[in-house]
Every structure is written in C-alpha cells, then in structure tokens.
C-alpha cells in the first residue's frame, strides 16, 4: 500500500480522494485503511503540493539564530503561512525540525537545494531565482 501511494503521489502530485478511492478498490481493502496511512504518514498530502517545496529548518540550532524570521519573511513574500501553496503552483512553504547541516544555521531548502546562513534579506532572491528559472523555461 504505502508503495503505491508513493508511487501515486509522485505521479500525481498528491493523494485526492478518487485516487484513495481507486487504489482502495484495486487492493481490495477499505478506503478507511487507505485514508489512514495517507494521513498518518507527513510525507504523504491530500491537498496540490507546489512545483517547488521551501522548507525552513526550526530545529534549535536554526531556530537560535532567525530561522523564524525568516520564515516569517517566506510567509509575507510568498503571500501564504507555512503549509500552503501559492495560487501559481509555484511554491508550497513547510518547516521541518531538522536538515542536518547545524553548522549553517539558519537554514532552509528548496527541493533538494539547502541554502545556509540565511538572513531574512537573502530570502527575495532566493526565490526570485526559482520564478526567473520558471520565466525561462516557458
């Protein structure tokens, strides 16, 4: 089960209810045990995700020296709070505990990309790189 639902969410993008539905019935299992493991895992969401995810450590050490202002900054830039996406697709904005990279605090991601000794007034460019990439490629 958690195989395919991975596998759906990667094509998809996320886990709708018809697609819960519809593995539900392949698997010959109730749609109550489908529904449970999407939403107990935090890797698996029910809602679009953005093209791009920035998350931004609050683990201690990060949190120590600004991560929250700069989510705080994320949130006015983007327009959303953490857990949402921005009306374009273009970005959803999460906070995790902890990236591993202490050293560089504050941190934060985008994808796989992890941007270190961050103040809030590196955030705009940050993100204006992602949306110019965008530009470019349409």
Same mark, same amino acid.
């Given at each position: 089960?958690?195989?395919?639902?991975?596998?759906?969410?990667? +094509?998809?993008?996320?886990?709708?209810?018809?697609?819960?539905?519809?593995?539900?019935?392949?698997?010959?299992?109730?749609?109550?045990?489908?529904?449970?493991?999407?939403?107990?895992?935090?890797?698996?969401?029910?809602?679009?995700?953005?093209?791009?995810?920035?998350?931004?450590?609050? !683990? +201690?050490?990060?949190?120590?020296?600004?991560?929250?202002?700069?989510?705080?900054?994320?949130?006015?830039?983007?327009?959303?709070?953490?857990?949402? +996406? +921005?009306?374009?697709?273009?970005?959803?904005?999460?906070?995790?505990?902890?990236?591993?990279?202490? !050293?560089?605090?504050?941190?934060?991601?985008? !994808?796989?990309?992890?941007?270190?000794?961050?103040?809030?007034?590196?955030?705009?460019?940050?993100?204006?790189?992602?949306?110019?990439?965008?530009?470019?490629?349409?």
């Amino acid at each position: 089960l958690i195989q395919i639902l991975h596998e759906t969410q990667e +094509t998809i993008g996320y886990l709708p209810l018809e697609a819960q539905e519809i593995i539900a019935r392949s698997l010959r299992i109730p749609l109550t045990e489908v529904y449970s493991v999407v939403t107990f895992y935090a890797r698996f969401t029910t809602e679009p995700r953005g093209k791009h995810i920035v998350s931004v450590c609050l !683990g +201690t050490a990060c949190f120590v020296k600004g991560s929250n202002l700069i989510l705080e900054r994320l949130e006015r830039k983007l327009g959303i709070r953490s857990g949402g +996406t +921005t009306e374009d697709g273009l970005f959803t904005l999460d906070s995790c505990r902890c990236v591993g990279a202490c !050293g560089l605090a504050p941190v934060m991601s985008v !994808g796989a990309q992890v941007y270190g000794n961050l103040v809030p007034d590196m955030v705009d460019g940050i993100l204006d790189e992602y949306r110019k990439k965008e530009e470019a490629a349409s």
